[in-house]
């Protein structure tokens, strides 16, 4: 681990490990830091907090919000919850797949984006949404989501 996340491994432990239940609150600073939970990260996380090695895992990996890998540039995060199903996410999921060259999990190969599921964003009376970049967009539709990544990948 690199000295820079060494060091926001350190300040997410420090600042929260004498919670009750700090686990989740330093996995978000981390992540928050970094944009993902580096596997070198796991040992200090389960000595601060008294856990086996294997819980931490367990939550890093349970968990679709958290990151074991850089992510990407941008961050796509489609919804996959039935309201946004029931008004065509299914299709704008096939769509941004296919557009960006990803599986729906990971980085793509030029390492602009990060295609994810998410299991809702609150916006069910808008569906289908989505976020780039944590925006939050409603109503989204293919001709919608290609404009949002164009714009996206123009600002890089």
Known sequence: MNEVASQA???????????????????HGIQDALGYIPSEA???????????????????????YFRSEPPGRHVVQ?????????????ALWSHA????????HGVTQDGAFTVEPVYCLGLCAQSPAMTLDDKVHARVGIEKF???VAQAGSAA
């Open 9 to 27: 491994v350190e300040r997410a432990i420090a600042s929260t490990r004498h919670m009750p239940g700090a686990l989740m609150p330093i996995l």
């Open 42 to 64: 796991v040992p200090p996380i389960a000595d601060a907090l008294n856990l086996s090695r294997a819980e931490v895992h367990g939550v890093v990996t349970y968990y679709h």
């Open 78 to 90: 489609i919804c996959r919850a039935e309201s946004c199903k029931a008004m065509g996410s299914d």
């Open 146 to 148: 290609d404009r949002l």
């Open 97 to 104: 797949c296919t557009r960006l060259g990803s599986d729906g």
